[in-house]
């Protein structure tokens, strides 16, 4: 009876496993950055110069000449709401509630001892019901998120002028279910009590008829005495309170809200070297062109079930930009580098678009909500030698959502440690200011052999906490 309502709450809940949407990110997918917590605006690294700061590439050690990442890939989890465990202990009690269900089942020609049970076995139904209903409730608007990110670079590095062409896309979906139910099952839950109990007390030839069936004197026409007044008392108190006939109905409430963004990008970095009484900076710029695809969709629960009710058209918007990052560095000769970067200078607002919920495919879109590309501002400090780099980089600015997420605001602090310029180890800390539960810690390693005409390097960082997990990895050459 109930049992098709919990197949789709389930499926519904299921779905959420591969549903989110982050804030957009600052930093890029780079290994060594996210292992040193996301410092990069003043580490000297030529190939992550266009994600962090263009200046770099005129602030860098002039031994590196060139630099060519192949690819560069990552990507990152989070799940606020811990429902990889709830999900489990969801489907736990769904079998546990199917299973009640399929115990009331009496069939055609049932025994005195089984309509004997059947009050027990009905109270067992409605705690099995307001047990998955407490769990679904602990389960809505609570997202479960993710992103994926790949790049490749090719870098030349200069004093005077530095170049640098980068391509990468990154993408970021995610969902929340909306739960909208609660009052219905709790009101089924109440039902099937209350008729439990109206059956174990019934009255007039019905209880006559039930209690020789107890009693295991009773004839067939007793037995189908008690079983009718159990189908009345069942289906008289659930039509009474107004609940759902669900082995009729699909009128379920529960929305799932799905949101996802996806950005292209292709820039050429520019920088270069001034000297201004006897102080040498850098100034460098990224002119990039970009592509944004931006999906939102607000589905029923029934629909939500299957993937063919998603038709991308639908829920799709397409925008094409053009924006700019600006930066500027300073190298110390005793090590120190500081740096400065505005990303995406010229503010943008880009539109959600969907067709409204429930309705036919090919409709007419409208305005769900907005992107909001501002300016992004970030300062950062490093010192560096031959065998150690420490940094550390602050965001002036917050980070506005793609839709589903909370704004953020790092500061990240990071370090790695050069073993004879062919091994590194790194570690760092990313701490949200807005929000202490993205905070993580980040380890990674790369190794460098020399090779004569060029130097290979491959590098892996992970990052997380108990609810967060990211990793990326970069193969590259400097020559």
């Known amino acids: 009876m109930q049992k098709k309502y919990f197949k789709i709450a389930a499926t519904t809940a299921l779905l959420l496993s591969s549903a989110t949407v982050l804030a957009l990110p600052f930093n890029s997918f780079d290994p060594r950055t996210m292992a040193m917590g996301g410092a990069g605006v003043a580490v000297d690294d030529p190939s ?4 962090f700061n263009p200046a770099l590439l005129s602030a860098t050690d002039p031994t590196k000449k060139y630099s060519i990442e192949l690819p560069v890939i990552g990507a990152r989890a989070y799940d606020p709401g811990e429902l990889r465990t709830k999900l489990d202990t969801l489907n736990t009690n769904i079998t546990a509630l199917n299973n009640s269900i399929t115990a009331t089942n009496l069939g055609s020609s049932p025994t005195s001892a089984q309509i004997a049970l059947l009050p027990g076995r009905m109270s067992t139904v409605s705690t099995n ?41 990154w993408a970021a979906v995610g969902g929340t279910l909306e739960y909208n139910d ?90 270069h070297g001034f000297v201004t009484n006897n102080h040498e900076w850098s100034l460098g ?55 400065f970067v505005i990303k995406n200078v010229i503010p943008q607002t880009f539109d959600f678009k969907s ?28 010192r560096s030698n031959t065998w150690s780099t420490v940094a550390f980089d602050l965001d002036l600015t917050q980070n506005d959502p793609a839709g589903l997420e909370n704004k953020s605001q790092y500061a990240a602090l990071g370090g790695e ?59 590259g050459f400097n020559f």
């Open 355 to 382: 067709i409204a919920s429930g309705a036919a495919t090919g409709s007419a879109q409208s305005t769900t909500g907005t992107l909001n590309m501002k300016p992004q501002a970030r300062v950062g400090v490093s």
């Open 129 to 169: 019901i307001t047990t998955v209903n407490n769990l679904l409730n602990s389960l809505s608007n609570q997202p479960i998120q993710g992103e994926f990110g790949a790049a490749t670079v090719i870098g030349v590095p200069g004093k005077n002028y530095g170049f640098a062409f980068y391509a990468n896309a």
């Open 48 to 51: 992550t110069a266009p994600f």
């Open 285 to 339: 710029v990224t002119p990039k062109i970009m592509q944004l695809q931006l999906f939102d969709a607000l589905l029923s629960a029934t629909n939500g079930s299957s993937t063919s009710a998603v038709t991308g058209s639908d829920y799709l918007a397409k925008y094409n930009a053009y924006n700019f990052d600006l930066g500027l560095a300073k190298s110390y000769n005793n090590g120190w580098r500081t740096g």
């Open 182 to 271: 609660s009052t219905t099952l709790s009101n089924l839950s109440t039902s099937v009590s209350s008729a439990a109990n109206a059956l174990s007390s019934t009255t007039g030839t019905a209880a006559a008829a039930c209690t020789a069936v107890q009693n295991g004197t009773g004839t067939s026409a007793d037995i189908s005495t008690c079983l009718a007044a159990a189908s009345n008392i069942a289906s008289t108190l659930v039509n009474a309170q107004g609940v759902v006939n669900f082995s009729t109905s699909t009128q379920i409430a529960s929305k799932i809200h799905l949101r996802g963004v996806i950005v292209s990008e292709a820039g050429l970095s520019v920088s």
């Open 417 to 475: 440690l050069s073993a004879w310029g062919w091994a590194q180890i790194r570690a760092g800390y990313r701490a949200d200011l807005l929000n202490t539960a993205r905070n993580v810690a980040s380890v990674g390693l790369g190794i460098s052999p020399r090779i004569p005409y060029f130097k290979p390097h491959l590098d892996i960082g992970v990052a997380g906490n108990k609810n967060e997990v990211g990793a990326s990895l970069r193969l």
